[in-house]
């Protein structure tokens, strides 16, 4: 007998534990984001895929065509081309691609370019149905921007 009423207040209390427990729950505030009917702020550290940096004077690329972002990059997820201009004397950025389903996002790009010519996105919901979505044609998404 004395082992049923020890069983039953064991029980008792265990309950009472478990609904002070959730109670304090319930009264705390929410810390759920909504997603994606709320957003909340990124990080200033956050590092998303690369993006070229407007010239604040010309709104182009301020990006001298050095290669040192592509030589760089140990994913080899960069590509970057240029033309000459019509004077011939100077060089034209006419590719800079970046392949984001090979890219570790080590950001040695961003620390090699000498001119500051990229940055890193923070764009971070990104989805996609083929990896092609994934390869960014930065002129085009420069120009996007502006």
Known sequence: MKQYVNNIYFGLKSLVVGLVVTFKAMIQ?????QYPREEI?????YRGHIELVPNPETGESSCIICGMCAKECPSECITVKSEKSGDGKTKVLSLFVQDFTKCSLCGLCVENCPKGAIQFSDEYDLAGFTKEMFHFDLIKRLKERQ
């Open 41 to 45: 702020d990124i990080t200033p550290n």
């Open 29 to 33: 505030p929410v810390v759920t984001v």
